[in-house]
Each structure stands twice: as C-alpha cells, then as structure tokens.
C-alpha cells in the first residue's frame, strides 16, 4: 500500500519552489526551450535542468525532442502537462488518516 501522506508531500515538495512555479507558469500556453526559460528566469543552465527534471518526474512537464541536424544539435521544447490538476481537500486527508488508525 502507498503511503498517501508520503505521496502527497512529495507532490507539495516538488511545487513548493517558487521557480518550478514559474517554469509550469511560463510553459502553460506555449512550449519553451531551455534557453528560453534560463533567459527568461535568470537560472544558469545546470539549474534550471534540475528544476525541469523535478517536474517531468512527476509528470507536470512535458516535452518533446527535436534535432537540428544542420547545426547538430538536439533542442527540448517544455510544456505544462494538459493533465496538470492539483486537488487536495479533507477527503485527502480522510484517506490518511484511514492508513495511520
């Protein structure tokens, strides 16, 4: 059995930064690149690549590949996830209660 509060806090952890907010808030209508984003939030580039893998790992970011052959480069272009919905309510933490008594 999953051990929901151990779920939920690793949902509110990976939120809990202000610049994962800012990425899922700057990739929601319009995909954007790594440099894009770096640009945009001031980030040096091994930064923002953990901030990103943080969001792709629960699924919040996606992104899609693609590969500039003429200049040999391969480019990830970010999106908020269409499926990105946050609920937590009483009934959240009902269930937990349920798994502790």
């Not at 995909?31 to 792709?56: C, D």
């Amino acid at each position: 059995m999953t051990d929901l509060a151990e779920k939920y806090a690793k949902i509110f952890k990976v939120l809990s930064h202000p610049v994962r907010l800012k990425i899922l808030a700057l990739c929601l209508l319009n995909e954007k690149t790594s440099r894009e984003l770096r640009e945009k939030l001031g980030l040096s580039k091994p930064l923002l690549i953990a901030h990103l893998r943080k969001l792709v790992n629960v699924g919040y970011l996606t992104y899609r590949v693609k590969v500039d052959e003429e200049r040999g480069i391969v480019r990830k272009y970010y999106k908020t996830s269409e499926n990105f919905k946050i609920v937590f309510s009483k009934e959240n933490l009902k269930k937990i209660l349920d798994e502790i008594v």
